[in-house]
């Protein structure tokens, strides 16, 4: 016997015509019985009769429509509740039939919105009659900026065309309904199709919705949608728009990223990376590098703190935001005054921030800039107050961002602004760590029985990023480098520095060598400075520390009896950039030990790593 659902085929319309009983459902209909409820728990739903009519309270939409939407006129300002009214208005008083043009040209969907705002700039100038005869009158990215702001036209574009019968004649959907009721099953299958369908136009709508608020975001320019990669394109170019079902997710093809931090654990070769932006820029478009970043509450409070408790400096100023990301700092900043924010990132994460910055309404205030800051001119960005950016990466300088906040200083920088952090530092300390070099090293030697040795070399290649236990830091630590973020150059960021480390305890061997960084918030004006440090003796950050482990086949001479309390060990370390990708690092350190009690026994060695 064939189950039916008379639930939905007994409930009738405000016009008395069959409602879920019908063949061909009104769509309203359905997205609100979709929304509602699932139709197998409805009828399996323990004392639930599916045929009893007289509770109603279940059929009332969740969400009603409350909203009063209004359809201007393209050519006055007289009103209408709907869009169809609206444009037989405009057919019939100034004989402009909107739904037939954008037939004859074949007009897809931003091309029509390209025609409303076309044809809403030119009523402005003082036009009133149009005669349009190709698509290339208004094929210029211009016209996709909104003329009349919430343009409810534009959201029901796609809902113009009126549905016909076989016969090719109009009809209404209702006309064309009747009364036959429709099989459970058929219905619980439908209702699965048609969620689908509507988080698909919802996602669509969320996407639309972006393109727009973003390209309002650009209506202070003179030319706001020339890419800054490409200026003789659209900077839409770059916006690929989704397809269905999936409309509206934003790229997010990250790579594996470490959940400590910002380093790939997936890297291609290096030559494949050479010269190349693109794995980077990916693995800043998913949201988790982003969330791992605020979580760290170090490094986020730092920002916020400083920001908030100089909110002086903030109140009416012009501020630049270098590789805004999730646009937090962008937020701070405009929470403690700011007049206008520009947010830059080449990333795509940017479309998820200008929903946040809208969803926070403060996109009068920020103003998005998509494409690299070394492709950017006064054109896109004027002259600013401030120029604040989270640009440290695991030893400070790997990804290589100190270098575009450095030309973005040089190109948008006030002479008398400022830059957040102010000042950055790096650190050295000498490391004994027996328990790591045996996890890492000795552990190779017998793996089930075999030899694994050639395994561990490659622990003596790179720069490991790990928490530095503080009772393995055998020495004083030396501050090795000291930049002023107002006045270092691109080049003080590939050095020889020198470094004297006096030992406080009495080891072996010397195991290795931690790396540190920390940033200071102290420009001019500040009344309240910040200091935030990624120092083994504080609280963790997910920057951690780069530790250094010494392979012994690279120490010239080897002490016999150990180093003794009291040592110094004295050397360089070098930072270069990598020859085969720019924002690598390549760390070499030159040590000595020195002491009385060492004799004519000296230790000597020299070893690089490779922050990738």
Avoid at 65 to 88: G, P, R, T, Y
Avoid at 244 to 256: D, H, I, K, M, V
């Amino acid at each position: 016997m064939s189950t039916y659902a008379p639930g939905l085929a007994g409930r009738r319309d405000d016009d008395g015509t069959a409602g879920f009983g019908k063949t061909n459902c009104d769509l309203e209909d359905l997205i609100s019985w979709a929304g509602i409820r699932s139709l197998e728990d409805e009828v399996s739903s323990e004392g639930n009769d599916p045929t009893n009519l007289e509770d109603e309270h279940g059929w009332e939409d969740v969400e009603p429509d409350v909203e009063n939407i209004v359809f201007k006129s393209l050519f006055d300002e007289k009103a209408f509740q709907d869009v169809h009214s609206m444009l037989q208005y405009c057919l019939t008083t100034y004989h402009f039939n909107f739904v037939g043009l954008k037939r004859k040209l074949g007009l897809d969907f931003l091309e029509s919105v390209k025609l409303v705002n076309y044809i809403r700039a030119e009523v402005l100038r003082g036009t009133t009659t149009f005669e349009i005869t190709s698509k290339q009158i208004f094929e210029d990215d211009k016209y996709l900026q909104t003329v009349l702001e919430d343009d409810a036209l534009l959201f029901s574009l796609d809902d113009l065309e009126p549905t016909q019968d076989s016969s090719g004649s109009r009809q209404s959907r209702s006309s064309s309904s009747t009364n036959s009721q429709i099989p459970i099953d058929e219905m619980v299958n439908l209702r699965r199709k048609l969620q689908r369908t509507v988080d698909a136009v919802k996602d669509r709508f969320r996407y639309m919705r972006t393109q727009m608020k973003l390209r309002s975001s650009f209506q202070a320019d003179p030319d706001p949608f020339r890419s800054f990669s490409d200026p003789g394109t659209s900077v839409w170019s770059s916006l690929e728009q989704p397809s269905l079902p999936n409309l509206g997710n934003f790229r997010s093809n990250a790579g594996q990223v470490s959940l400590s931090g910002r380093r790939f654990l997936d890297a291609p070769s290096r030559s494949a990376l050479s010269n190349d932006d693109g794995h980077y820029m990916q693995a800043y478009a998913g949201i988790g590098i982003h969330e791992t970043m605020i979580k760290d509450a170090i490094r986020t409070n730092a920002y916020k703190d400083f920001i908030y408790s100089n909110a002086h400096l903030f109140e009416g100023k012009t501020v630049l935001d270098v590789g805004c990301g999730s646009g937090i700092l962008s937020l701070f900043c405009a929470k403690a005054g700011a007049k206008t924010v520009y947010a830059v990132d080449q990333s795509d994460i940017i479309y998820k921030a200008i929903e946040v910055v809208h969803d926070c309404k403060l996109n009068d205030i920020i103003k998005f800039r998509h494409g690299s800051i070394e492709n950017m001119t006064e054109r896109d960005i004027p002259k600013v107050d401030i120029i604040v950016s989270e640009w440290m990466g695991y030893a400070l300088l790997y990804e290589s961002m100190l270098d575009s906040v450095i030309l973005a200083r040089d190109k948008f920088l006030k002479p008398t602004g400022i830059v957040l952090p102010s000042h950055a530092a790096l650190f050295i300390a000498p490391i004994h760590d027996p328990l790591y070099h045996a996890q890492k090293v000795d552990f190779w030697s017998d793996v089930h029985g075999f030899d694994m040795s050639a395994m561990a070399k490659q622990a003596y290649l790179d720069a490991i990023v790990r928490t530095v236990g503080p009772p393995t830091i055998i020495g004083k630590e030396y501050k090795f480098l000291d930049l002023d973020l107002r006045t270092c150059r691109k080049i003080d960021l590939e050095f020889y520095a020198y470094y004297n480390c006096k030992l406080h305890a009495a080891v072996p061997f010397l195991s290795g060598f931690a790396v540190w960084f920390e940033v200071v918030f102290a420009p001019p004006g500040a009344s309240k400075p910040e200091t935030m440090t990624t120092s083994p003796s504080q609280p963790v950050t997910h920057w951690e520390q780069a530790y250094l482990m010494i392979d012994p086949a690279r120490k010239g001479k080897i002490l016999s009896g150990g180093l003794p309390l009291g040592t110094e060990l004295r050397g360089t370390v070098r930072y270069a950039k990598r020859e085969d990708n720019e924002r690598e690092v390549d760390i070499r350190v030159k040590w000595e030990a020195y002491g009385h009690e060492l004799g004519d026994e000296e230790e000597v060695g020299e070893q690089e790593w490779a922050m990738r």
